[in-house]
């Protein structure tokens, strides 16, 4: 008997097509997404108005001769400032020298200082508590107040100095910040007493977030305390000591407040910073198209070494 022919089945037809949605509540199911912006749209407004018309129009006076006392010679001066700054300003290398000395000893300083006190108070011991409040209240004071409180210190009459000469240390009525071998030295120390505790904020928190696994299995391995500071600690807070270093080498390269109400940028000029010399040359001087050229000098080279230091440090890259 023959086999039976395969009998073949139909075509099914396609599946029916799924009604699109409305255009209506395809909207609506955007809009949830599109809300947060909306919400933050009146700040950032806000915010871009008060940082890009400032931006703007310290690089459109640069470019000018704008002097409030000299209305007469205001006008369009294109490059000249930045010639002048660069070729017949006498004080523009001196002042950018020591913002360059100032920014490398405070910031290396207030780094090894603030490591170390994140280290102690991240330790178990009794009082920690007040011992941590005592570290970070210096960062909640003023950079005017803490200069004030330093100036009463530094005083011949009343301040420690005078101990010091009856202990047979230095003389009567001498001052630290008049002496232009002391000054730089006494207005370290001041900045160090507030700037610190910043340090030490920052790597105490990112401290806590370490494994204590990782201690003990170090322990476990004979590794002592210094192998484990260096290979578990160190390499843990990278990423914090690089960005803490950075953020604290731009705010002390703009210092302005403690320098100027702690020694004036005296004595004989020796302390003035560069931010200083244009804040100088702006309220004092009256010239604020040069000192706008001033600013954006400033600009630049704090620009410039924060790109090449975020480059060179491989910030927020894979290390081992």
């Known amino acids: ?155 011949s009459s009343t301040g420690f100095s005078r101990y010091l000469a009856d202990a047979g240390i230095g003389e009567y009525g001498t001052s630290v910040l008049s002496d232009t071998g002391t000054v730089f030295w006494a207005a370290t120390v001041t900045e160090l007493w507030r700037g610190v505790p910043f340090f030490a904020i920052l790597i105490l928190a990112d401290l806590q977030s370490v494994s204590k696994e990782l201690y003990e299995a170090a322990s476990v391995d004979g590794a002592g305390r210094l192998r484990q500071f260096f290979h578990i600690t160190l390499p843990h807070l990278r990423d914090a000591i690089i960005l803490a270093t950075l953020l604290r080498g731009v705010w002390e390269f703009n210092n302005v407040d403690l320098l100027y109400t702690l020694t004036g940028g005296g004595p004989a000029g020796v302390t003035t910073t560069l931010p200083l010399y244009v804040a100088n040359t702006g309220i004092e001087g009256h010239d604020f198209g040069y000192a706008s050229a001033l600013t954006t000098v400033a600009f630049v080279i704090l620009l410039f070494c924060s790109i090449a230091y975020l480059r060179l440090s491989k910030f927020g890259g894979d290390h081992k």
């Open 1 to 155: 008997m023959a086999p039976s022919a395969a009998v073949a089945t139909p075509p099914q037809p396609p599946p029916p097509k799924a009604p699109e949605a409305p255009k209506a509540s395809r909207r609506r199911s955007a809009s949830p997404r599109r809300l947060p912006y909306l919400l933050i749209a009146p700040a950032g407004l806000l915010m871009l108005g008060f940082i890009a018309y400032p931006v703007i129009s310290v690089f459109y006076y640069s470019l000018q001769n704008y002097n409030v006392t000299k209305p007469w010679r205001n006008g369009f001066a294109g490059l000249d400032n930045f010639r002048r700054i660069f070729t017949e300003d006498d004080q523009f290398w001196p002042t950018l020298g020591f913002s360059a000395q100032w920014v490398f000893t405070q910031v290396t300083l207030q780094l090894l200082l603030g490591l170390a006190l994140a280290l102690i108070v991240n330790q178990t011991f009794i009082g920690r508590g007040i011992s941590r409040a005592m570290v970070f209240s210096p960062w909640a004071v003023s950079g005017v107040l803490t200069s004030t409180i330093w100036i009463l210190l530094y005083n």
